[in-house]
């Protein structure tokens, strides 16, 4: 059944309706949104906006849902009066214009998936939606039911101090109408991350987790979770050509197993090569891949090397693209859950095995280091931050309400938990080295063959969990970072500064999680 506003905003436009990937890739080329490369793959520019628009996000505050919000920094409020003026603008501006429809689900499971119909102003937002979310088969959309209606009109700029926002971009979540309203930016990235937040708000009511991570399984039916923000290393470390891919970004874990919440990836390209990343690499290469924001020369070459546009360079393709897919969305309870950081400050162990509680506490903290570019405002130089549940701008309820689902899965399914570093060693951010992805994927493969249980172990001084002391092929001296530093009293100093940010963070936490978690964080000595 139609939403009544889809009906008015749609009235007089003129309204393509689930067009192909194929056919959307042809209208966006011939309307010049996009140039294709010399292999096929749409380039498309998304100017001012090449990130999120954290600061302009909104949930309008009313009565059926208000109390299940958890009301802050990343989830603020706006009056219905407010919400309203925006909507009659967007149907205004709807007014006889070209728009593309699509019906598509958040969430491969049909148990647990959200019919949301998708309203674009530009073929290539539909393309990339299309990519990212899940394609209900020809049976389905016989009798498919939306539930939610995205609408991105990127080209309609609001007057801030009119409708009660921060600037001409909005992206405002209404629960009670069923319905988002997207305005003043080309980044797509908003289309998938609000179908991400939706999951996150309804699936704990029925007892799944839903996550930001990615999710890999092995030839023995062994999964692992990958939790972590942008930038720490999810689409790289879990395109894996010995395990497969069951999706890079977002899941679900019910009581049935592991599901996707969607149909494709969405990969940062900032110095991709094809040696370290062939499965990627190979997607660039596809006809109606979408290639955000990467500079090509005349003749169609993309260098993905260049950032002068941005750092936070995009391809969004489907999962089809990667080999050996786990094209059901569906998979086992994982064995390994992989908790994935990019330490600036360098102090982190390359790896690190976790208690429960210890997880529990690292959940919650979330930290990490914001990579330049996946947000609009960032500097140059990432900047150390902790973000809750590794996600906290896409989860609307209390970050204690996903720790305490995540820690009865754990306890429930017997999973182990590591802490993974991709960050820096041998310094801080611009002074150390970058951990090398060869070394990562090593560590990464040793923990999930299950070879680190029978190797010796140590303490680490700075945070209480237990670090390997030797892994084979990997040089023992980056598992203790102190030891890669030379001068060891900055070693010292710097780490006695990350503790104090970690103790500081989490005294949001404390009067929730018991003394097992408290007292599970970095220990000052």
Known sequence: MENPINNKILSTATVSRNLSSDELYDVALNKGEGKASKHGALVVNT????????????????????????????????????????????????????????????????????????????????????????????E???????????????????????????????????????????????????????????LNYFLPERNTMPMHCSVNTGKDGDSAIFFGLSGTGKTTLSADPNRS???????????????????????????????????IFATTQMKTTVIENVVMSSDGDLDFDDSSITENTRGAYPLDFIPGVTMSGKTTHPKNIIMLTADAFGILPPISKLTPAQAMYHFLSGYTAKVAGTEMGLGSEPSATFSTCFGAPFMPRNPIEYGNLLKKKISDFKVDCW??????????????????????????????????????????????????????????????????????????????????????????????????????GPIVN
């Not at 090449?50 to 919000?69: C, L, M, Y």
């Not at 939306?146 to 979540?173: A, Q, R």
């Not at 237990?466 to 060891?488: A, F, H, Q, Y």
Request: glycine share 8%.
């Open 140 to 198: 389905e959309l016989k009798d498919y039911s939306s539930e939610f209606t995205i609408i991105n009109f990127p080209n309609l700029k609001l007057d801030p101090s009119t409708y009660g926002i921060n600037s001409e971009t909005v992206i405002v979540i209404n629960l009670d109408k069923k319905l988002i309203l997207i305005g003043g930016t080309e980044y797509a990235g908003e289309t998938k991350k609000s179908v991400f937040t939706l």
């Open 245 to 279: 891919l069951l999706g890079d970004d977002e899941h679900g874990w019910s009581d049935d197993g592991l599901f996707n919440f969607e149909g494709g990836c969405y990969a940062k390209l900032i110095k991709l090569s094809e040696e370290a990343e062939p499965e």
């Open 47 to 138: 100017g001012k906006k090449t990130g999120r628009s954290a600061n302009d996000k909104f949930f309008v505050k009313e009565p059926n849902h208000q109390n299940n919000i958890h009301w802050g920094e990343t989830n603020v409020p706006i009056s219905p009066e407010n919400f309203d003026k925006i909507l009659k603008a967007f149907e205004a501006y709807a007014q006889e214009k070209e728009l593309y429809v699509h019906d598509l689900l958040g969430g491969a499971d049909r148990n647990f998936s959200l019919p949301v119909t998708i309203i674009t102003e530009f073929a290539w937002h539909g393309l990339f939606a299309r990519h990212l979310l899940v394609r209900p088969t020809a």
């Open 419 to 520: 802490l993974v570093n991709t960050g820096w060693s041998g310094g801080v951010y611009g002074v150390g080295e970058r951990i090398s992805i060869k070394n990562t994927r090593r560590l990464l493969n040793e923990a999930l063959s299950g070879n680190l249980s029978n190797v010796e172990m140590r303490k680490d001084e700075n945070f209480g969990f237990i670090v390997p002391m030797t892994v084979d092929g990997v040089d023992s001296s980056i598992l203790n970072p102190r030891k890669t530093w030379s001068d060891t009293s900055a070693y010292d100093a710097q780490a006695h500064k990350l503790i104090n940010m970690f103790i500081e963070n989490f005294k949001k936490f404390e009067s929730d999680v018991d003394d097992n978690i408290k007292f599970s």
